[in-house]
């Protein structure tokens, strides 16, 4: 549950605390708590225009100059003005739904469905209140503020909060000693520390704690155990288990039922003989990692690590080797987010895959790596093969992805961090029969304004998808590109 939801629910010691509790039982039956009253900025409403269902019984107040930046920002076609109009659309549809008028405030339990139960109140009188000298009142930000005042007179016994994404909104409200709170229903995780890794050391006794009623056999090559426990029963499908020590384990979670689980042993690509593309795992997640990336029963995998972790060198090299040696996928498709990290650098010529090529630079390094290891063949043997190679690559932007399906493609999502929850969706959607999609990130690297580590969309779908039996995750915590990139991820 957000910050924002914590607060506004979160009961408060009643004036009475030291009266006996009939009495006080008795006076809160009379004079219930009055529900909070939240005052939107314009920027909520724009980041999330379903934020005016999620604040559960709480009234809400839209000042007017909020709906006149709305008006302001309608116009083009970025996520910001898309979300603008649907905000406008959204308050139209509940203003038009009211049949008693706007002037007590309308309803949201109807328009909800059921998940707003407070009251919408929009601004139907001039307001006219006296700001301090260096607050200007033609900023619209201060008329907000403005409104805040006024309300906080007109409702003394209530808590009026203003609600903002604007960091600096909220440090003049609290400056003229107004209460202000972010916007966080956005959020999938409070603390990034928090998301889920996709790994579990399993304890030094585990198998002395869980060996009752355990089965055990070989399937295949594999081994299989089914185990049941308190610690079995937090496990969740797909979930990696690992114990070092003189007996070390790597397994994974195939089934849960109740308090029992299957574990079973994963193929080592540590071992040359098991390499792929002639890449190797250098450390027991990137071992996890390839598990996941070569099953095919495994339709969506997210990687997350810092620089230098091989979550683009792992994909590419299983990749490339389910579309040009197993055939299991016709080719590789390659995105990213174009968001530049310094100035942009402007206009650039060609087709779509020559506009692409710029931005997929990181494409281009593995791909001579991999090329390395190609096999022998001199210069006419590599030059063969990385014409191949570069056959079966397809780079697309994301500019063009909505109403596409692909069949059969192992499509690469690179620099996911940097997408929004909607967007993530509209990617994930193209996938067709066969099609396995791959999302690759470092939260810790988000170039995207107004998104952070609880809100990214890469973040959204590890939390969403962890359990489902079609899907894994693995936070990469290993660098292993150089001494000096190792160093400089950790002291700078």
């Known amino acids: 549950m957000s910050a924002l939801r914590k607060s506004a629910t979160s009961p408060s010691l009643p004036a009475d605390a030291g009266e006996p509790a009939i009495k006080r039982v008795r006076r809160t039956r009379k004079a219930p708590a009055a529900c909070k009253l ?211 384990l790597q397994a994974w979670v195939k089934e849960k039922e109740g308090r029992s689980a299957l574990i079973e042993t994963l193929t080592d690509y540590s071992h040359h003989k098991n390499n792929v593309w002639g890449i190797t795992a250098r450390n027991r997640e990137q071992n996890f990692a390839l598990n996941l990336l070569m099953n095919p029963e495994i339709d969506f995998v997210t990687l997350l690590g810092q620089a230098g972790t091989g979550k683009t060198l792992l994909t590419l090299a299983a990749g490339l080797t389910q579309v040009l040696e197993s055939k299991r996928y016709s080719e590789i498709i390659m995105t990213r987010v174009t968001v530049p990290v310094g100035e942009d650098i402007g206009f650039l010529p060609g087709t779509e895959e020559e506009k692409m090529a710029p931005w997929m630079g990181a494409l281009e390094d593995n791909l001579d790596v991999l090329n390395g290891t190609a096999g022998e063949g001199g210069d006419w043997g590599r030059a063969a093969t990385r014409d191949l190679i570069r056959s079966r690559i397809k780079i697309k932007s994301l500019n063009f992805m909505r109403g596409r399906t692909f069949l059969n493609k192992f499509l690469i999502i690179d620099e996911a961090q940097n997408l929004t929850p909607k967007q993530m969706k509209t990617l994930i959607t193209r996938a067709g029969p066969g099609t396995k999609v791959v999302c690759m990130g470092n939260i810790a690297q988000i170039d995207t304004p107004y998104l952070t580590e609880g809100s990214s969309g890469l973040t959204f779908v590890v939390d969403r998808f962890k359990g489902w039996a079609h899907s894994g995750h693995i936070t990469l915590q290993r660098g292993e590109r150089s001494r000096l990139a190792d160093h400089a991820a950790e002291v700078l």
């Open 38 to 248: 939240f005052v939107l900025d314009t920027n909520v409403l724009m980041h999330d225009p379903t934020s005016l269902y999620r604040f559960e019984e709480h009234d809400l107040y839209v000042p007017i100059m909020t709906l006149e930046e709305l008006d302001n920002n309608k116009k083009g076609t970025s996520e910001v003005a898309r979300n603008a109009r649907q905000a406008s659309r959204m308050l139209d549809e509940i203003v038009c739904a009211s049949e008693d008028g706007i002037a007590a405030g309308i309803a949201l339990e109807g328009p909800s469905r059921g998940q707003a139960t407070g009251r919408l109140h929009l601004q139907t009188e001039a307001i006219d209140i006296k700001l301090p000298p260096a607050l200007p009142t033609a900023r619209g930000d201060n008329q907000i503020l403005a409104v805040v005042m006024f309300l906080v007179d007109k409702h003394p016994g209530r808590e009026v909060i203003l609600v903002s994404k604007d960091i600096n909104m909220r440090i003049k409200a609290r400056a003229l000693g107004l209460a202000a709170q972010d916007y966080f229903n956005d959020k999938v995780l409070e603390d990034s520390d928090l998301l889920y890794t996709g790994t579990c050391e399993l304890p030094a006794d585990f198998w002395d704690s869980h060996a009752r009623g355990m089965q055990s056999w070989k399937e295949e090559g594999r081994s299989y155990y089914r185990v049941s426990g308190p610690l079995a029963a937090e496990m969740l499908v797909n979930e990696f288990v690992y114990q070092d020590g003189d007996n070390p």
